[in-house]
């Protein structure tokens, strides 16, 4: 099973490398949602009731905040912030080092 190609969608995908490598405990996907857009960033875990976390206790990936990009011909482009009060957000959470990352909005369809 180790040399064969990993097919399917995204989600297939994930679960085909968590099947072949195993499942990490260290690292749990939470859902979340915005209760306050940055620069004063606040989350609500909707598994764990009445948890909060601050702006200061997560990480949050660059495509999620406002930041600058320069392009090969030396256009600057400026990207606004992507997280907005209402949004449900993918946290990944190393409960051992007590390290939040705002991974991505979830979406549905």
């Keep these: ?19 072949r490598y195993g499942y990490n405990k260290d690292v749990d996907f939470e859902l979340a949602t915005v209760i306050s857009a940055p620069p004063n ?3 609500k875990f909707d598994q764990y009731k009445g948890l909060i976390l601050e ?3 997560l990480v ?5 905040t406002e930041h600058t990009r ?5 256009t600057t482009l400026t990207f606004e912030t992507a997280l907005k009060v ?8 190393m409960d051992e080092r007590q390290l939040f990352i705002v991974l991505d909005k979830a979406v549905t369809f």
């Design 1 to 19: 099973m180790r040399n064969e190609r990993i097919e399917g969608g995204p989600a297939t995908r994930l679960i085909q490398l968590i099947q």
């Design 41 to 43: 960033l606040r989350i």
């Design 55 to 57: 702006k200061d206790d």
């Design 60 to 64: 949050v990936c660059e495509h999620l």
């Design 70 to 74: 320069q392009l090969k011909d030396g």
């Design 86 to 93: 209402g949004d449900r957000v993918i946290v990944a959470c």
